[in-house]
């Protein structure tokens, strides 16, 4: 019994200590990625600089340059992740919901798309799979055409086409909400760029211009704080959607321009304006005998057209 009444208390000292111990290991891995993952990502902002002025230079080398980027920048916080096992993983999209217990159902339908949407991202420039099929520079930033694809408009029924961007160099704001009742508050960090403007200038088989479909810019799906939901998400990189109509049977190819505005740090505000050029693919386009309803203006630098009668 004497012995007992010895062991006990040094196996619950020695469990104490241990836990303390054990506690104290994983808040400084946890220290430790945050601070290795902040340096990794200013490296990043750093090296990216020359992919965007290949935008510019040489558009054909800037998918390829972004490939690299990313190879490199994954690899190393897959060593990061090495050094620190001990770590917390990513949070899952079950946790990042479990932490909302009060959100309505719109607004966890609205965090799983939006989860969804930046996984789906982060996955493919991890894997490799980054291929813009066209590359614009304009105002020190850079615009990939990521992809165009058919499918069902998500605000409405009918058909569209979905068009995926990137846009690189956006500027990242820093913001912290109030909790209730005054106390401290959450920081929240964002991408911040206005698009002002989208126009696609649709031109016929015989090269001149056939219509015009333009909207305000602003993308149907825009993920701006991309790191909010994946920590190791890359920074400076906006990845959006925009939805719009079904071309013409007659568009050959399609010409996009779009206008960003990007807000500086004092009262002044910079303009973007990039333009790319793209052969119209046959899934892009209505189906036959499907009349195309978008108003189609005539450019006013062409002669007026005469009279065959």
Not at 18 to 45: C, G, I, N
Not at 77 to 99: C, F, I, K, T, Y
Request: charge should be positive.
């Amino acid at each position: 019994m004497r012995l007992l009444r010895v062991l006990v208390p040094l196996v619950i000292a020695v469990g104490v200590l241990l836990a303390a111990w054990l506690s104290f290991r994983t808040r400084s891995e946890q220290l430790s990625v945050r601070a290795e993952r902040a340096a990794l990502k200013r490296e990043f902002v750093e090296r990216a600089l020359p992919a965007r002025a290949l935008a510019v230079e040489r558009p054909r080398e800037a998918g390829e340059e972004a490939r690299t980027l990313f190879r490199w920048y994954f690899d190393e916080l897959q060593a990061m992740r090495n050094r620190h096992p001990g770590a917390a993983p990513e949070p899952s999209l079950v946790a990042l919901l479990a932490q909302r217990p009060k959100a309505t159902p719109s607004d966890r339908q609205t965090l799983e798309e939006f989860y969804r949407f930046a996984e789906e991202r982060f996955g493919a420039m991890r894997a490799g799979r980054y291929d813009p099929l066209r590359v614009a520079g304009g105002g020190g930033l850079r615009l990939d055409l990521l992809g165009v694809e058919p499918g069902n408009h998500p605000a409405g029924p009918g058909r569209g086409l979905r068009i995926d961007f990137a846009l690189w160099g956006v500027p990242r704001r820093s913001e912290r909400e109030a909790q209730p009742g005054g106390r401290g508050g959450v920081e929240r960090a964002a991408l911040v760029a206005s698009f002002r403007r989208l126009t696609l200038h649709l031109v016929g088989g015989d090269g001149k211009p056939y219509g015009e479909m333009s909207s305000s810019g602003e993308p149907y799906l825009k993920l701006a704080d991309p790191e909010r939901l994946l920590e190791d998400f890359p920074p400076g990189i906006l990845f959006g959607t925009w939805w719009v109509e079904p071309f013409p049977r007659e568009a050959a190819r399609v010409k996009l321009a779009l206008e960003v505005q990007v807000p500086g740090s004092a009262a002044v505000s910079s303009d973007a304006c990039f333009s790319c050029d793209v052969p119209v693919a046959e899934e892009w386009k209505l189906a036959p005998g499907v009349p195309f309803q978008a108003q189609t203006r005539v450019d006013p630098s062409l002669p007026p057209a005469r009279d065959k009668r």
